[in-house]
C-alpha cells in the first residue's frame, strides 16, 4: 500500500477530489496492462514501484529537492536539452498528458480538435490534477507544432513559460539558430536558479544525459534478437515513459540493471512470447504515461512490439552528444547537432524520417510496422502516406491506426490488429 | 461572353472536363452574390469584367509573359515578398484554394481534417483544374502552419516548389532571420529567372508594392465614414482577392480609381447601405477567391461589412517597407521589418494582433465583430477565446464563427448572424 500523499497534493494547490477519482482507477489499468503479463523481467519491479505511486514517490522527491533550493522544469517534448537545466543544478520533469482523464479540462480552454496530448496537458495543470504541473517551477515549451505553440500561450496566462523557437528545417543555419536558441534558454535556466552555467558543469550533464542514452539504448539493442524477445513491448514503454520524470542518473543505472538481465535472457533463451511471434515497430506520435493502449492490444492480439520509433522511444536516446567541446559555445552547437538528428514530423521535409525508419525496420528485423497517430496530430499525419509508401516499397507491410486517449475504438482497433497479424503470418 | 479559353487549358495540361464543370457554376454564384447588390460602384466593372473569365484573361497574359521569357511565381501567402520577384523580373500570382470544388481532390492527398484551404489548393493543382497552378514556374510556401508546411512536401513531389522558413516568433534575430530568407528567396529567383537583381530594381519594386499598399489602404480609408458606407464588404473584398493575381500597377491604378470614386461618394452622401445599418469588422481566416460566404451572408441579413483584419483584407496592405535603404541587405531588412508586422496567428505570442484588432474596430467604428475561423485551422482558432476576450472587455460584440467552403450551414450561419445583428441593434 503507498504511502498517503494527500497532505503533499493539498500542499501543491490540487483538486483532491477529482485527482482520488484518477487515483481510484490507475491501478486497475496498471494491473490489466502490465500484471496480466507472463515472466517479466525482474528490473521491471523498480518501474512497476514507481508507477504504483506515480504521483507520488517522484513528486514528493521533487518537493524535498525544491525545499533544499533546487528548481523543476517541466517539458514536453524532447527536443529541449535537458542538460543545459540539470547543469545549473535544476531538475527537468515530464509533464502529465497521457490519459482521457484529463482531456474535458482541456476542451474547457482549446478546441476539441487538437490533438488529446495538448488537450490533456493543459487540462492536468489547469484542473490541478497533476502534481508535476503544480510543482514546476517554470516549463520549457518549444514551436514544434501548432497545437502546442498556441496552447503555451493559454499554459502562459497560468504560470511561468519559457518557449524556445524549434527550426522548421534542418538546414546548416537552422542547427546554428538552434544553438542559438539552447543559449537563450541557458540564459533563463541560470535567471531561473540563480546558477551560473561554466563548460564544466555542462560537460558534466552532457555526460550525464549521454549514459542515459547509452543505458535505454542497451535495452533497446537487446529487443534485436530475431528469436528471442526478452522484454514486453509494453514493458519497454513504461520505462520509456518513466524516464522522462526520474532522475537521470538513477534511471541510467535501473535500465543497465534492466539491460544486463535482457542480455542473460538472451544468453538464456528466454523469450516473454513464444517462438514465431510477429514482430512490430511502432511508428509516429508518442505516447506519454498513462498511455498504453495500443501496446496492450497490439500485445493481446499475438504480435509483440520490439521498438518504438518516436519520441517515447527511439528519439528519446538515438545519437549522443559529442563531448569534445570545451566551450559553451561548442558545448552549445554539439547540443543543437544532437537534438537536430530527431527526425520529427515538425520538419519539412523530414525525409531523413523514412530513412531511418526503415532502418530500424531493418535492425529489429520486423515483421511488420504499425504507424499511429494521435488524432488531430497534422504534421505527422499528412507525412504518413510518404512514410508508409517507403515502407511498402521495402515489402514491409503496414497498418495505419488513429486513434485518441479514449477507449471507444478498442474493439475496432483489436479486430484490425487482428487481422494485420494474421496476414503478417501467411 | 468571354472568350473561349480551352486550347489555352487544354496546352496548359488542364482536366478540361472537370474545370467546365467548375466554369459552369461560377457565373451563377457570381451573379447571385456580386450582381444582386444596388447601386455598385462604377469602378467594380474592372472586377466584375476579370472575374467574369477569372481563369482567361489574367493566365493567358500570364501565358504570353512566359512566351516572352518572365518566369512566374505561384504564392499562398501574404508573408511571401512580391517585391524580390518583380524586381527579378519575375510575376506573382495567387492560387487557387477558396472553393470546395477542389477540396475533394485534396482531400485524396490530405486528411479530411486539413484547413479546406489547404486541400483546396493541393487539390487545384493534383486535380489540373486550375490554370495558375499549371502556369506557375516555381510554388513559393512558407511554414506558417503545420498544414501547409506538410502540404507543400506532397506539392514539392508533383511540381518545382521553394519553401521560406517563417520565423515562429517576433524578437528582433526573428527579424534578422526572416531578412535572411528574404535573401536566400532573392538567390532562388535570380537562378529562376535567370535575372541578377540588384538594389536598383529592388527599390523600384518597393516603390511599386508600397503604390499598391497605399492604393488598396485608399479604398479601406473611405470605409471608416461613420454615416455612408461607400463601397460593400462583398465588393471590397473581390477587389483584395483579386490583388493577389493582377498586375501590381494595374491594381494600384483601379484601386486608386475606385478610392477616388468611393471618395466622391462620401462628398455626395451616397452609401450602399441604409443609414443605421449595422458596421461589422470581419477578422480571422483568409477568403480565396470565390469564397464570398460569409459576405453575401452578413451584408444579406441586415448588416454591412466595413473592414477585413486576415490575409484578403489589411494584412495584405497595412504598412509600408521602408525605402530608405540603399543596398541588398538593407532592403532585406526593411522588407523583413513590414512583413514581420504581419500579426499571422503564426507566431507566438501574438498579442499584437489583438491590439492591431482594437485599433480597427475603433477606426472604422464598427458596432461588432464577427472573427471567422476556417474549419481546422488550429493557430487562430487556439487565439480566438483570448482575442474575442479582449473585444467583449472593450464593450465590443462579438460573434464568433467557424466554417468550411460547404454550403451545409448556411442556414444555420444565416440564423446565427441575423440574431447577432438584431442584437447589436438593441
Known sequence: MAEDRHAMWQDLGMDLATHDQLCAVLPQAFGDVFLSQKNRPEGMAFWDMVVADIHGIRPAELVEAQKKGQKVFGTFCTYVPDEVVIACNGIVTGLCGGSQFWVPEGEKYLPADVCPLIKASLGARLGKTCPFFRIADEFVGETTCDGKKKMYEILASDAPTYVMQTPQMKRPKDIDSWADEIALLARNVEEVTGNTLTAEKLATAITTINARRRALARVYETRKNPDIIPISGTDALLMMQIAFFDDPIRCTEMANNLAGELEQRLADGVSVFPAGTK???????????????????????????????????????????????????????????????????????????????????????????????????????????????????????????????TDNDVEQLRTRVQAFVEMLGE
Not at 509508401?389 to 486513434?403: F, K, M, N, R, Y
Request: hydrophobic share 40%; aromatic share 8%.
Open 279 to 405: 514482430r512490430i515497430l511502432l511508428t509516429g506520435t508518442p505516447l506519454a504515461i498513462p498511455n498504453w493502449k495500443l501496446h496492450h492490444i497490439i500485445e493481446t492480439s499475438g504480435a509483440a512490439i520490439v521498438c518504438e520509433e518516436n519520441c517515447t522511444g527511439t528519439k528519446f536516446f538515438t545519437n549522443l552528444v559529442d563531448e569534445s567541446a570545451s566551450d559553451l559555445p561548442g558545448q552549445f552547437h554539439a547540443l543543437a547537432e544532437r537534438y537536430m538528428k530527431i527526425n520529427c514530423a515538425c520538419f519539412t521535409p523530414n525525409t531523413a524520417r523514412i530513412e531511418e525508419v526503415l532502418d530500424l525496420a531493418r535492425a529489429y528485423q520486423v515483421d511488420g510496422v504499425i504507424n499511429t497517430n494521435l488524432k488531430f496530430c497534422t504534421t505527422f499525419k499528412v507525412e504518413a502516406p510518404a512514410l508508409e509508401s517507403a515502407l511498402e516499397a521495402q515489402g514491409i507491410p503496414v497498418l495505419d491506426i488513429e486513434t485518441d486517449y
